[in-house]
């Protein structure tokens, strides 16, 4: 495995189906057993079952802060998507890579191996931390653990860049999100005695619209912010499931809905919002039929927004990596506003475009990923005069 090429490394990537409700230890096992035979050394950061692992290696001094790279290992399924190429194994065509992972974001995670032994070779005066990632595509649940640790350590990194795909354009933030379940407590009977009972469905569409409402609130041109598209914070509804037969009036309704919050602005103000309308407008007419009525609110998962300020040490050194300046925003989230939290300034760039991820037959070009090595080389490069 030594001195593979970002392509070759690739390869090996897309054959472990990592997706997010499977295991990723056979390809954590895998990127150890490389970095050990170039003489890294990995700690890895397992969850409870021990069944999916983080991995954080370092490469260079082991007494100052340093630059992390970082990735998530976890892809979204391929189920009901039309491929026409075997999604865990790669096929070139056309300059391009097909492949589930390729664009989001595998080609990057190969690309930093690739990259290994010239780090390795290299006097470098700052390290160089390698931070792989497992469940970001389900909430950015994974690389919390990690995280907690890095956080405590006498030297802490002074830079992340997380190579989510951007077109190796460099980008300074992104929206966070806020994931909820709302949970209807309604109270059966016959269809024919429908007003003796609680319609669990009916009362869970007013609080989708009203929900609708406070995203039409959010749309104010008084709230946007013209850096991000749309350029306001949203909400939407994505899953609905209730009710067992069109003669029972139904007891049970839930619904999944999420906010994408601009950076700055509190997610949980919208979950308040309508939890008061639930208390106030919703809840004394249920429980005039059926005390026992309810509705309740849970959440799912939750990432925070990233904001990198331009005029940083981040924005500057990622300026010099890409060779531009003109810093964006992407709508997808990332790790980045996790890592911010903790203190560590993050910036995101990487090979390939989220216009392909999540999506049947995703590929990154081979331009890309050749970018991205060439990327890697320069921060080399900065790594053995920085101070």
Known sequence: ???????????RLIGFAT????????????IRDYLAQHGVQSEL???????????????GPQ?????????????VP?????????????VEKDGRLYGRGTADMKGFLASVLAAVPNFVGCELQMPVHLAFSYDEEIGCLGVRPMLAEIAKRPHKPVLCLIGEPTALKPVLGHKGKLAMRCCVKGAPCHSAYAPYGVNAIQYAARLINRLEDIGDELADPEYHDARFDPPYSTVQTGVIKGGRALNIVPAECEFDFEVRALPGFDANRVAEALQRYADEDLLPKMQAVKPDTGIRLFPLSAYPGLATPPDSDAARLLAMLCGSD???????GTEGGLFNEVGIPTVVCGPGSMDQGH???????IE????????????????????
């Open 45 to 59: 950061f397992y969850n409870d079952e021990r069944t999916k692992a983080n991995l954080f290696a370092t490469i």
């Open 19 to 30: 997706v997010s409700r499977d295991s990723n230890l056979a390809l954590i096992e895998f």
């Open 359 to 365: 999506k049947p037959d995703e590929f990154v070009s």
């Open 63 to 75: 007494d100052r802060g340093g630059i992390v790279l970082s990735g998530h290992t976890d892809v």
């Open 326 to 332: 003109e810093f964006g925003t992407v709508a997808f």
């Open 78 to 90: 391929v189920d009901a998507q039309a491929w026409s190429v075997d999604p865990f194994r790669l």
């Open 368 to 387: 890309q990923l050749e970018g991205c090595d060439a990327m890697l080389c320069r921060l080399a490069q900065y790594l053995t005069t920085a101070r």
């Open 1 to 11: 495995m030594n001195d593979l090429s970002s392509r070759a490394l690739l390869d």
